[in-house]
C-alpha cells in the first residue's frame, strides 16, 4: 500500500535539457570547448585596446603595414566575438555548429598570420610574442575540432539535444 505524503517513483517531471552539464563531454571535447572561448577572449583581449588606440591615431598613421595591420585589428574583435557565439553553441548543442566554428577559427589564423608576418617586418614580434601564442591557440583549436572523436561527441549531442530529456 503506498503512503500518500510519500510521492511515487513515477510522480517525476520530465524537462527537456537544453545544455549539456561540463561532466558529459570527454577530456578533448572538454578542451576543445574551453578554447573555443579561450581564443574568444585572446581576439578581444589582443585587438580591441590597439584598435580604439589607432583610431585616436589615425590621421597621424601613413605606412601601409601599420594600415592593414590596423585593419587586422578591427576584424580581430568581430572574429572573437563569433568565436565565443560559436563556443556558446557547441555547449548548447545546437546542430551544424562545428563547421561554422572551423571557418571562423581558421579565419583567425590568417588574420593572426598577417599579424605575425607584419609584425615580424616591423621588428616588433619579439616584444610581442603572445600573436604567436594566440596563432598558436586557434591552429590548435582547428585540429581539435576536426578530430574524429570530438566530432563524433559533438555530433552525437547536437543530433539528440531535444529528444533527450533530463530527470528531476
Known sequence: MADPFIPE???YES????????????????????????VGIAALYYALPSFFTGLLFLSLITDLSTQIFMLVW????????????????????KPKTIGKAIITNIFAILLFGIAIVI???????????EVILYFGMNFLLVILLNMASVRTQFESLSGSYQSESYQY
Open 119 to 129: 609584425s615580424a617586418f616591423e621588428g616588433l614580434l619579439i616584444p610581442y610574442p
Open 9 to 11: 517513483d513515477d510522480s
Open 15 to 38: 524537462r527537456p535539457q537544453y545544455a549539456s552539464p561540463l561532466m558529459n563531454f570527454d577530456s578533448s571535447t572538454l578542451f576543445a570547448l574551453l578554447l573555443q572561448f579561450v
Open 74 to 93: 578591427g576584424i580581430l574583435p568581430i572574429v572573437g566575438i563569433v568565436q565565443i557565439y560559436f563556443g556558446y553553441h557547441l555547449y548548447k548543442k
